[in-house]
Nanobody, 125 residues
Framework: QVQLVESGGGLAQAGDSLRLSCAASGRTFSSYRMGWFRQAPGKEREFVAGISWSGGTRMYADSVKGRFTISRDNAKNTVYLQMNSLKPEDTAVYYC??????????????????WGRGTQVTVSS
């Protein structure tokens, strides 16, 4: 069982930066591939970024490529999402997700076994 707790969301202006953190419980964090997803009001949850268990492979949605960076610190059981050059369309609840799989990061919501409660990111123009 893994519990995930996101933090770091808040209000930002267009062009600003925020860093989200996701702290995971459990001794097997380093065996999990991790993902960040987001959900805006009235929209489906969508993939943002994913990272393999080792951190060696990272994937991004086209909409955030070049602006967002996912990373992980297995010693701290934490995964991060550095968000730069924020845009109003980045406004959403951001969720951290974990999957007990040592494969490549997955972009699919249904792949992930564990989810955090989310953190709100609001970007004004």
């Amino acid at each position: 069982q893994v519990q995930l707790v996101e933090s770091g969301g808040g209000l930002a202006q267009a062009g600003d930066s925020l860093r989200l953190s996701c702290a995971a419980s459990g001794r097997t964090f380093s065996s999990y591939r991790m993902g960040w997803f987001r959900q805006a009001p009235g929209k489906e949850r969508e993939f943002v970024a994913g990272i393999s268990w080792s951190g060696g492979t990272r994937m991004y949605a086209d909409s955030v490529k070049g602006r967002f960076t996912i990373s992980r610190d297995n010693a701290k059981n934490t995964v991060y999402l550095q968000m730069n050059s924020l845009k109003p369309e980045d406004t959403a609840v951001y969720y951290c997700a974990a999957d007990a799989n040592r494969g490549l990061p997955s972009t699919t919501v249904g792949t992930y076994d564990y989810w955090g409660r989310g953190t709100q990111v609001t970007v004004s123009s």
